[in-house]
């Protein structure tokens, strides 16, 4: 990886870790929250102020650079020319709010679309998951091993409630029968945490309907680096720009996943 991006990665996991401590300081204090789109959708000033933080970061370091952050502080991006970072401040804030843990900040850094820089900080633990384009994937300062094939039977799947009962995105009949057939299945509620989750082995495969470019940008560098599959639903490349279904997994299994369920 050449001067100019080391250099990048070294800010950007310096901005991540000071951010975090930032966070963890608000955890005595009281918080502002409002809703987004519905009761589900929330947003908090820590939220708001994480991601202003970064911009400002960004801006006065790389001005050269754009953002596409979750709560609307960054710029209007209509293509990925040029170096883009998509941020989201905090992802898992439900859990944030009503738990203090399972949440992460989550950075994924492109360059004309093309994903060169991944970062998933699971504050709470502090544990930094990270990758480089073409020199793997880590947690902290550990290389993670490369992913390895795995069958549904003995594979871990992340999937929410909402997927396999009534919702507008998918017949719940289509999961149903591969929630019965895995080893078993878990729910994180952070897009980023589960994605890191399947990057360092914890999990096989993470299946959700609606996900924004934020929630797995960081994900997408990380566990594409740890040798995984990230598409979505359909096995089709993810679009960095709008909504989409995601479909994270070990090699192998994603394709068994595919035909077995999906496509059939």
Known sequence: MDTKWKQIDQYAQQWV??????????????????????????????????????????????????????????????????????????????????QQRNFAISIGIFENGVGMLGYIYDVVHDELYYAKKGEGAFLNDKQLPRLQPISIRESIISVNATWITENKHIDPNVLAPLVKEARGTRSYGSAALEMAYIAAGRLDAYITMRLSPWDFAGGLVIVEEAGGIVTNLYGEPLNLLGKNSVFVSKPGLHEEILQKYIHH
């Open 17 to 98: 870790k000071e951010a975090g401590k930032r966070i963890q300081e608000t955890f005595q204090t009281e918080l502002t929250i409002q809703t987004k789109s519905d009761r589900k959708d929330l947003v908090t000033n820590v939220d708001r102020e994480t991601e202003q933080f970064f911009i400002e970061k960004i801006r006065s370091t790389f001005p050269d650079h754009h953002v596409l952050g979750e709560e609307g502080f960054g710029d209007e991006l209509s293509t990925l020319d040029g170096i883009v970072w998509i941020i989201d401040p905090i992802d898992g804030t439900m859990n944030f709010i009503h």
